[in-house]
């Protein structure tokens, strides 16, 4: 049997079978078995971790360990280090390895191509080795926790832990580990280092954000794929509308995917009795793009906001300097998700949306809630949300396009008209459930969540009648397909 | 956290009591495309249904044929009996071994053959099953062997289907139907098999770009434990790989290490390396023989029967 290639892989999805069993039995035995001790059940959560991320890709558990090892080590040599330049060494010796492993791993292949590229242009035919590495699954996140964790320490924003159990559950806790939040050492640690109380209202909310982020992510976010995955497919032979739709249905997809896994990461930790950061704020109703981006992947742009804009001064040096910083956060960002040109243009897409708002310094306006208060947006406030939308949309095609060269392909054919047969949605219920998302998550939009205080006050069996019918459409219209989460990829 | 769990398990009850309503409901009240995940597959495309209650009503026979769709359009009960076998033909489409040893469990003690002909289409090792799991929630009677089968598929359609199917059957919703014996495919013939029907002149097929067959473990798992209950009955087993298109078998890559896999497990004969039936004259489409094809083959294999076995 050995001559042949078997399929067994026990991913842990979250909205696996897998995953369902294993977070059953961690949860019952850590609030009913090691609720005494919160240090014995943060070993607990740190095997459970590991072994979490070794069903994913146990080959790449080392470089997990040394990575936390590394910044565990480095955090505390510069804190104990009064010597300036010493503690200068310590954190760039960190942020180097951190980084240079990242490169190995994510951009090596990107870097020699794109030079190897650039030579041939100039008529240098060069040849480079590319490396066949697999990308270790959620390289990202973690190497972001832990610099953030070093730089908190090297800027005096935080203490290390001497505790390598908690630090290492800071950095792998499974809920976190492969597709984020990216935590903050300043907002986690302290969760970690002290006793959590089993709180009811708090778990039936984990337990309710849940239900949303599987909702949007396995009926909404993959059946959204399927459509959306045709066209951009074979793009080729469509034009007008029908790429118009597979761009918004992607600009869906990757709302209901991503934010729906942050839903199920976060409600997974709360009934865990832990708070991560919120990644998501309802991006979708921005008045504009910078709205957008105070609401989209808030735990990365924050930290790019933290660790890059303001160390570069920030919006507090000249236009020109702001103008630069922006282009800069905006360029690494879209360099951050992946080693593609696409994902690079998108970011400078971002960035070109926003510079006239840095410029008019209207960037900082719409920081509340749209329509706070009231049942509808006004029509001014409608017409922005729709433009904004268009723009975030626009700039989607780079990053769901394969090449650079697809993506203006794929933008140059909407302008083609001509009949053509559009593929099918798929799943007629979509014209219904995707609007019935928005309707949801617009009631909820001043919550942390859309069903955090959904109509909160209404009897119980109306409530749970209302939560019977999310499961139904889950199990009625759920793709079937395997689907994986997108930013599972970074 | 007591209240806790009480307000869960009970929330549990209610949810699964209120899914299952609305979901019986949506099977009888809307249409198709308003229930992606609920599969009922009444009429079968394969004649599941007057399969099943056909074979409720045979006993004692000298061959029984198991397999997907090319064992219910590849061997016809006409030309075993025309050969003095009594011959009845369980294949259904995309059968796949999960299902096969369901099928094999429940009917092999009724049936008693003298010998299985079981056509092993190597594609199933890799096939999720999904298609002719929901073939069977839907017109099979519902045993615990339908649910243990719906857990090794795991998948949300065939729950659903299952559930339903379950729904139907308690009611007595099923008593009044009759499957229609002609359909577009094929014309049922009693004893399981069905006839193809005549089909457009042959054309040559589409290439497929080559690829080597992976084996899943579940579907290896149920294959080994089919033959192994076979042994246990003491019944005899002959592993066949029919006829198809040549440019479909060449596709594989690996065909040696599929007859190697094949015939670890028993008396094996593989029909592309043995008989040379022109495409053009023979084959119906890529995977299936038309019905000419199927004449030739069976000959071929009762000639095989005769010469080799005591049948």
Redesign the interface.
């Known amino acids: 049997?050995s001559?042949?290639?078997?399929?067994?892989d026990i991913s842990m999805l979250f909205n696996s079978?897998y995953f369902l069993i294993f977070f059953t039995v961690v949860f019952i035995i850590y609030?009913f078995v090691l609720n005494k001790n919160y240090k014995v059940q943060n070993v607990f959560l740190l095997i459970c971790s590991y072994f979490f991320y070794g069903c994913w890709s146990w080959k790449f558990l080392f470089l997990l360990a040394f990575s936390t090892y590394l910044d565990y080590y480095t955090g505390l040599r510069i804190y104990n280090s009064e010597n300036s330049r010493v503690r200068k060494a310590w954190l760039v010796t960190s942020i180097g390895i951190n980084l240079g492993f990242l490169s190995i791993f994510k951009y090596y292949n990107f870097f020699i191509n794109s030079v190897a590229d650039g030579l041939n242009f100039f008529n240098y035919h060069a040849h480079f080795s590319s490396l066949n590495f697999l990308l270790p699954v959620g390289i990202s996140f973690y190497t972001f926790h832990g610099l953030s964790y070093v730089i908190d320490i090297y800027y005096h924003r935080t203490k290390p832990t001497t505790n390598p159990v908690e630090y290492s559950l800071f950095v792998s806790f499974f809920p976190l580990l492969v597709a984020g939040p990216i935590e903050r050492a300043t907002h986690l640690l302290p969760q970690i280092e002290k006793p959590r109380q089993?709180n009811?209202n708090k778990?039936?909310s984990g337990?309710r954000q849940i239900l949303w982020g599987f909702f949007k992510k396995i009926v909404i976010a993959d059946n959204c794929a399927d459509f959306a995955n045709k066209i951009f497919a074979d793009y080729q032979h469509y034009h007008g509308m029908a790429l118009v739709m597979g761009a918004v249905m992607f600009s869906i997809q990757i709302y209901g995917d991503f934010s729906g896994y942050s839903d199920i990461a976060l409600g997974t930790a709360r009934l865990l009795g832990f708070d991560l950061i919120k990644n998501f704020a309802f991006p979708y109703f921005s008045r504009n793009v910078a709205e957008f981006w105070r609401r989209w992947h808030i735990s990365l742009s924050s930290w790019f906001r933290d660790y890059v804009y303001i160390p570069l001064g920030g919006s507090r040096v000249s236009l020109g300097k702001q103008v630069r910083n922006t282009f800069i956060i905006f360029i690494l960002s879209g360099f951050w998700h992946g080693a593609n040109w696409t994902f690079i243009i998108w970011g400078f897409l971002n960035a070109l949306f926003i510079i006239p708002s840095v410029i008019f310094k209207t960037n900082r306006k719409s920081l509340n809630t749209v329509a706070q208060g009231k049942l509808l947006p006004s029509v001014k406030e409608l017409f922005q949300m729709v433009f904004t939308f268009t723009l975030i949309t626009f700039a989607w095609i780079f990053f769901r396009a394969p090449t650079c060269a697809d993506a203006l392909m794929y933008i140059q054919r909407i302008f083609v008209s001509g009949h053509e047969a559009r593929p099918h949605l798929g799943?007629?219920?979509l014209n219904i459930l995707i609007p019935l998302m928005f309707v949801v998550e617009w009631i909820g939009r001043e919550s942390n969540f859309a069903l955090e205080n959904f109509y909160i006050r209404w009897p119980r069996p109306v409530k749970?009648?209302f939560?019977?019918?999310i499961?139904?459409c889950i199990?009625?219209?759920?793709s079937?397909g395997k689907i994986d989460f997108i930013y599972f990829q970074f | 956290m007591k209240r806790f769990l009480i307000k869960f398990l009970l929330f549990v009850i209610v949810a699964v009591i209120g899914y299952t309503a609305v979901l019986l409901w949506s099977g009888d009240h809307l249409s198709p495309r308003w229930k992606k995940n609920l599969f009922y597959n009444m009429p079968s495309q394969g004649y599941m249904y007057t399969r099943l209650k056909d074979a409720d009503t045979t006993k004692n026979l000298d061959i029984l044929i198991l397999g997907s769709s090319r064992a219910f359009m590849g061997y016809d009960v006409r030309v075993f009996n025309q050969s003095q076998y009594k011959a009845f033909n369980l294949g259904s489409p995309a059968q796949s071994f999960i299902q096969t040893e369901l099928l094999a469990k429940r009917y092999i003690n009724r049936f008693k053959p003298k010998v299985v002909l079981f056509d092993v289409h190597p594609d199933l090792f890799n096939n999720p099953g999904v298609e002719s799991a929901i073939d069977l929630a839907s017109n099979a009677p519902f045993g615990t062997d339908l649910l243990q089968m719906a857990i090794k598929v795991n998948n949300i359609r065939v729950y659903n289907t299952l559930l339903y199917s379950m729904y139907r059957q308690l009611f007595f919703k099923n008593n009044s139907y009759t499957e229609p014996m002609v359909k577009s495919y094929g014309d049922y013939i009693k004893g399981g098999s069905v006839q193809p029907a005549p089909q457009d002149p042959y054309k040559a097929p589409a290439v497929i770009k080559p690829y080597a067959m992976e084996v899943d473990d579940m579907q290896l798992k149920a294959f080994e434990q089919t033959i192994a209950y076979l042994n246990e009955n003491h019944v005899k087993y002959i592993l066949l790989q029919g006829p198809v298109e040549k440019t479909e078998y060449l596709t594989r890559k690996n065909n040696h290490q599929i007859d190697s896999l094949i015939s670890s497990y028993g008396t094996y004969y593989n029909a592309n390396k043995l008989l040379n039936l022109p495409d053009s004259l023979y084959q119906k489409d890529g995977k299936h023989l038309n019905q000419k094809g199927i004449e030739v083959y069976d000959k071929f294999i009762i000639k095989y029967l005769k010469d080799k076995t005591e049948l």
């Open positions: 049997m001559k042949f290639e078997k399929n067994c079978f609030w089993f009811y778990a039936t337990l799943v007629s219920a749970w009648s939560y019977t019918i499961l139904f199990g009625m219209y759920m079937t």
